[in-house]
């Protein structure tokens, strides 16, 4: 059973430039979320998606967007690129149905931008 | 709003000594407390999680967290450190146990072992 996979795991971008980082969740899981994780810092929600609509978002600008396919899978969007938008990119998977779902992740997209 | 402090940036310990890392959280509701672990160029692997069930919780690798809630506290030790634990603790506070929260984590604790 694969868990959460992500792509790309590097890239580099120049600022101004867009990325689009994607994210496939584990089997049978129908929420993702996004977390963005700076050098040195903790992961920080960016958003989550569930039936294909932003449910939740945290304190990023609207340059961050994103989608969730019929599949489940997801996109993350980053617009007009800024150094400091250099970071690991994390994606998240659960099941939004009951409790005690244990939220999985992966291995992440490293971004930097110069 | 919900938050978790956690107390050394950097702890260091030998290799077979008590491994012991802090967590403070602060919440308005309930919290549900999580670590987790995070190896050089990973993502990040759930420890442990509290969720009310008990205040002692044993996790995997050997770690285990107690949750005090007059000290509103979730500190991770670990009786016997190896070489492998070394790497990057997350703590982190949810206000639910539903999978659709959102986790809001601390700025991490790395673990370095001296053999």
């Known amino acids: 059973d694969a868990g959460v996979t992500q792509s790309p795991t590097h890239l580099i971008k120049t600022r101004g430039q867009q990325v689009t980082l994607r994210c496939s969740p584990k089997?049978?899981?129908?929420?993702v979320s996004w977390y963005q994780q700076a050098l040195g810092q903790g992961p920080q929600f960016i958003f989550q998606?569930?039936?294909?609509?932003?449910?939740q978002r945290g304190n990023f600008p609207d340059r961050f967007s994103g989608h969730q396919f019929p599949n489940y899978s997801s996109e993350l969007n980053v617009n007009a690129l800024l150094l400091g938008d250099s970071a690991l990119y994390l994606c998240?998977?659960?099941?939004?149905?009951?409790?005690?779902?244990?939220?999985?992740f992966g291995e992440g997209s490293w971004l930097t931008v110069v | 709003a919900q938050s978790v402090t956690q107390l050394g940036s950097h702890v260091s310990v030998s290799e077979g000594a008590l491994v012991l890392l802090r967590c403070n959280y602060s919440?308005?509701?309930?919290?549900?407390l999580f670590w987790y672990v995070q190896y050089p160029n990973q993502g990040l692997q759930l420890l442990l999680k509290?969720?009310?069930?008990?205040?002692l919780v044993k996790g995997i690798n050997g770690f285990e967290a107690e949750f005090k809630k007059s000290e509103t506290s979730f500190h991770l030790t670990k009786p016997s450190a190896h070489m492998s634990d070394a790497a990057e603790y997350f703590c982190?506070?949810?206000?639910?146990?539903?999978?659709?929260?959102?986790?809001?984590f601390g700025t991490g604790t790395r673990l370095t072992i001296i053999p």
């Open positions: 998240a998977s659960s099941l939004v149905q009951g409790t005690g779902n244990t939220i999985y």
């Open positions: 089997s049978g899981h129908d929420t």
């Open positions: 998606y569930y039936e294909e609509e932003e449910r």
């Open positions: 919440s308005s509701v309930p919290p549900y």
């Open positions: 509290y969720t009310s069930a008990a205040t």
């Open positions: 982190a506070v949810s206000p639910s146990n539903f999978g659709n929260e959102k986790l809001t």
